[in-house]
């Protein structure tokens, strides 16, 4: 799941409308939004999730966290390390191998230090 994912889910709850509900609403499948909910599809578009902000009626610091989260939901992920450190480039590929054997608290941890903030 995606941290897009988790936050329309709990949005969906919220609004008590279930995955066919809202599928149907927006007008998209709901294969579709299932898949974006479980974190099988990327980020959504931006047009897209103008809908999804206007559907759940979010606004200002709301619709900014949601595409903020929107922004860093993406599945798969390059990273070109290709102008950047011989540093830079081993940590790209040591998180690339071992990422799935990271505690969420050590992920936590690891953006809280990277980024400066945590990741909830």
């Known amino acids: 799941m ?3 994912g988790l936050k ?8 008590g409308v279930t995955q066919k509900q809202m599928a149907s609403d927006l007008d998209i499948s709901a294969a579709y ?3 974006l909910e479980r974190g099988h599809r990327g980020a959504p578009s931006w047009q897209f999730l103008q809908r999804i902000i206007g559907y759940f009626n979010i606004i200002w610091d709301e ?11 993406h599945t798969r992920v390059v990273v070109d390390t290709e102008e950047l450190s011989v540093n830079a ?3 790209a590929n040591v998180l690339a191998n071992d990422i799935s054997r990271l505690s969420e608290a050590q992920c936590d ?12």
């Open 63 to 73: 619709a900014e966290e949601l595409q903020t989260l929107a922004a860093n939901s």
């Open 2 to 4: 995606t941290p897009f």
């Open 89 to 91: 480039t081993r940590l």
């Open 33 to 35: 939004l299932s898949a």
């Open 109 to 120: 941890e690891l953006i809280a230090t990277i980024s400066g903030f945590t990741s909830k």
């Open 8 to 15: 329309m889910r709990e949005l969906r709850s919220v609004k």
